[in-house]
């Protein structure tokens, strides 16, 4: 494995977390690429998407600003790349991970996979990606094409297939989903999710992330209509409830990680 970085590559950073506890497993560095073309309705970082905007770095400025903060890592710990979609800017991601890997740093990208294909030349890009990445964390949006697509503006094809091919490589993820009332929170989608991510065997965890609305006056400052005005998050008893469909007291392998 190769850990010759490409000092020509530049990335567009929205912005960084130093003690990150969510992204990942134990402390961790968070960086938050610019840019996203997804529009989910539940989305919290609207000011994101933009891909004009964001501070642009090079790999090494970013890992030198990463490594401040080792000694707070522990053996668990390290950085995330999340977003924003992160997959956007592949060659910077890829160049960040070598510095890390090379440094002994543990590697986690939180991603939907919008930008996945099996073509190229992003194919290979993905793959040399996938040699330097720990830990991905993989939100399901929507199991359903059609509520996929009403959701996020996008169809969710190629995002099952990334799923199935991170299981042909076994690649390690989390899996995440956020459970919207009127949207995903469904027992019908959610059987059909919990079969689905019963199917890989490369999955250590399986969270419930319930929808909130704690970026809602983002949307108001960006000028951007709310398009889940009126929903609220869903109760106790259904987060359970979807715990319980999900099964995901049945992932426990990332206590390993």
Not at 100 to 106: I, P, Q, R, S, Y
Request: overall charge negative; hydrophobic content about 35%; glycine content about 8%.
């Amino acid at each position: 494995m190769s850990h010759v970085v490409d000092t020509a590559v530049t990335g567009f950073v929205h912005s960084t977390e130093s003690f990150g506890s969510v992204d990942g497993p134990g402390i961790r560095f968070i960086t938050f690429m610019q840019g996203c073309r997804m529009r989910c309705e539940f989305c919290h970082n609207p000011d994101t998407w933009n891909t004009k905007g964001g501070t642009e770095y090079t790999p090494q400025q970013l890992f030198d600003e990463a490594i401040r903060y080792r000694e707070f890592w522990g053996t668990k710990g390290g950085v995330t790349v999340s977003g924003g979609e992160p997959l956007l800017q592949i060659d910077f991601l890829i160049e960040y991970f070598k510095l890390c890997k090379a440094a002994g740093v543990n590697t986690c990208l939180d991603s939907c996979g919008g930008p996945f294909t099996r073509k190229e030349p992003f194919f290979s890009r993905f793959e040399e990606l996938m040699q330097y990445t720990d830990l991905m964390l993989l939100d399901i949006k929507h199991i359903d094409n059609e509520g996929h697509r009403k959701l996020t503006g996008h169809p969710n094809e190629n995002i099952i297939d990334l799923a199935r091919y991170l299981d042909e490589i076994q690649q390690p993820i989390w899996v995440r989903h956020v459970l919207v009332p009127e949207r995903t929170d469904y027992d019908e989608y959610l059987i059909r999710l919990g079969d689905f991510v019963g199917s890989l065997s490369n999955v250590l965890k399986f969270e419930i992330l319930p929808y909130h609305k704690l970026g809602v006056y983002k949307y108001e400052a960006l000028g951007i209509k709310y398009r889940l005005a009126g929903i609220e998050p869903p109760t106790p008893e259904r987060v359970e409830n979807a715990k319980r469909i999900l099964r995901t007291e049945d992932y426990k392998g990332y206590l390993n990680v």
